[in-house]
């Protein structure tokens, strides 16, 4: 044995260390994240995930059954990223208006940025194979920026008027916040989502933001509440 071979070093496998399992778990899902949105979800493999984590299969596996549960955990990683924000965020404003403007802007802003948009399309086209993948993302992602919009929502009512509209009572947030997520988020994001610019729409953020808020609380004061 030459003396190059005899000092080449020996790779050990196995299970890292337990203050290390978190960085390994986050290294697979920001390798993963980049095979699915070069490949798609069916043009991705285990393979070549594991080589770009630098990890081996037997670690893929260890934390993720098999590549549909590997998917969901970067798209959730995805969603509880934007989540975060949302929960750090505060309402600002001297109306009740400009509050749910300073709500809904920088969501608008944080979702309609290029990976976001492409994990969500990846998602979508797996939909007609495994419409099980397309639909538990989509709710799972639906639920948890509902709950910190519904927060915020509550949070920007409580020190105007327009508060103590039905709308705004706790027993009728859940379904208020469905229809505030519906006009002043969907539109966009289902534009983003067929392939529309993102550099234009972010440019109209503010325009449609507000027109969908004067639109949504008109609602609120005229149909006795949303129910």
């Known amino acids: 044995m030459g003396k190059a071979s005899a000092r080449r070093v020996v790779v050990r496998f196995g299970r890292p260390p337990k203050e290390l399992a978190g960085e390994v778990e986050e290294r697979i899902l920001a390798a993963a994240r980049k095979v699915f949105l070069e490949r798609g979800f069916e043009g991705a493999s285990i393979d070549e995930i594991a080589e770009a984590a630098r990890s081996g299969k037997p670690t893929i596996y260890g934390r993720f059954a098999n590549k549909r549960a590997l998917f969901i955990a970067v798209v959730m990683q995805s969603v509880a990223a934007n989540v975060a924000r949302f929960e750090e965020h505060s309402p600002t404003g001297a109306t009740f208006e400009e509050r749910l403007e300073s709500v809904a802007v ?35 992602a639906r639920e948890r920026g509902a709950q910190a919009i519904a927060r915020l929502l509550a949070e920007a009512a409580q020190s105007d008027e327009l508060g103590r509209l039905p709308a705004f009572a706790p027993e009728r947030l859940t379904t208020t916040t469905r229809f505030f997520q519906d006009l002043v988020f969907l539109p966009l994001l289902m534009r983003a989502l067929f392939g529309e610019k993102l550099k234009l729409l972010r440019a109209e953020i503010g325009p449609h933001v507000a027109r969908g808020i004067a639109f949504f609380l008109a609602a609120c004061r005229n149909s006795g509440g949303i129910t």
């Open 106 to 140: 920088p969501i608008l802003q944080w979702v309609l940025v290029s990976d976001s948009v492409r994990l969500m399309r990846v998602a979508i086209a797996e939909a007609g194979r495994f419409p099980d993948l397309a639909i538990r993302v989509h709710l799972m």
